[in-house]
């Protein structure tokens, strides 16, 4: 597994204006991307914060995964994304160890980027995303 | 606020080297450091994954910041540290601001940086920390 490094980290918001302004306003962040993903439920905002990235991610509904996210648990850090030189070789060698992956095969995720989500469970509690370099 | 970006990722977990071999494992995590902070009543191990850096936190009792975390959510994101190119400009920004910090001053965190918290209150629920360059 050849990893860059953290991608971004995924935080649940309810407001994302709100949540944006907060991080321009307390860190400096700059706005880089908005994009919407109906299929998912999730509007999102990546944010650069000096060299490192920030994705907000606020649901369409209650019934969608960040939504029941905001309501078991409230808004806070989501997931974690590393990095993969090539991620589909990143998730096949995931999948032959036999790690539980929520995403059996990369797909389309924000920001048009191929990502894979390793599950929770496999991970001591932490959802973590591999994505192909932006 | 000059921010450099993400200096560590925060995880929560209970067993350390169980979630360092996963770590290992999984996503071909080096360890950096190892450190306690009796005080604040944890062990921690840094981790290098690719250029970035996870940092996992184990609590040494039930009673400790950590130990409560686990109890109350399980194991799993904790924080983000921010890495300020002054650490002490910073804190006096957010604090000037009027922004609910944990720490009013930066003290003396692990691997012998200096940190401040500020809660989690002022940033949508993350617990976010800034870190003077290691």
Redesign the interface.
Known sequence: ??????HH?G?A??DLD??VA??E????ARVEYRDALDEQGVDAVSLL????R?ELLAPTGDDTPVGRFLAR????????A??AHDVHEAVRE?AS?G?HLVDTAPRRGLFGLEVAF?H?D?????L?EVVAGG
Chains 1, 2 share one sequence.
């Open positions: 597994m050849r990893l860059r490094g953290v980290v935080i918001v309810s709100e949540a907060t991080w306003r307390l860190f400096g914060v000096g060299e490192s920030i648990r409230g808004p806070g850090m989501h997931h974690v590393l990095e995931l160890a790690v390793v929770p496999a991970v001591h509690g932490v973590t």
